[in-house]
Nanobody, 124 residues
Framework: QVQLVESGGGLVQAGGSLRLSCVAS????????MGWFRQAPGKEREFVAA?????????TDADSMKGRFTISRDDMKNTVYLQINSLKPEDTAVYYC????????????????WGQGTQVTVSS
């Protein structure tokens, strides 16, 4: 089992940027697909971005989120990152990092390991 710990969230003004980090322990994540999801109050968890072990990546095609999120990984540091630019108040949510041994997935149900989440709050 992979243990995941997210960090980097906080309170930021609209238009700002954040870089979230997810450090894995327990085993190397070099063979895992890693993903970021988020959950806003009263809403379902939604997919944000995913990156395969080989570096194939995708981000959500939701109109409100297009072009602002970038996922990357550093397997030497067992860490996955999510860069968020041009933050909007509607980006306010708890952001979760997740891991799956599948080659690639964007479906939350395929991810068996989850972090505790990091809160991102965007003020207008």
């Amino acid at each position: 089992q992979v243990q995941l710990v997210e960090s980097g969230g906080g309170l930021v003004q609209a238009g700002g940027s954040l870089r979230l980090s997810c450090v894995a322990s327990g085993r190397t994540v070099s063979g895992y697909c890693m993903g970021w999801f988020r959950q806003a109050p009263g809403k379902e968890r939604e997919f944000v971005a995913a990156i395969s072990w080989s570096g194939t990546k995708t981000t959500t095609d939701a109109d409100s989120m297009k072009g602002r999120f970038t996922i990357s990984r550093d397997d030497m540091k067992n860490t996955v990152y999510l860069q968020i630019n041009s933050l909007k108040p509607e980006d306010t949510a708890v952001y979760y990092c997740a891991a799956t041994p599948m080659a690639f997935s964007t479906t939350a149900g395929d991810f068996g390991s989850w972090g505790q989440g990091t809160q991102v709050t965007v003020s207008s």
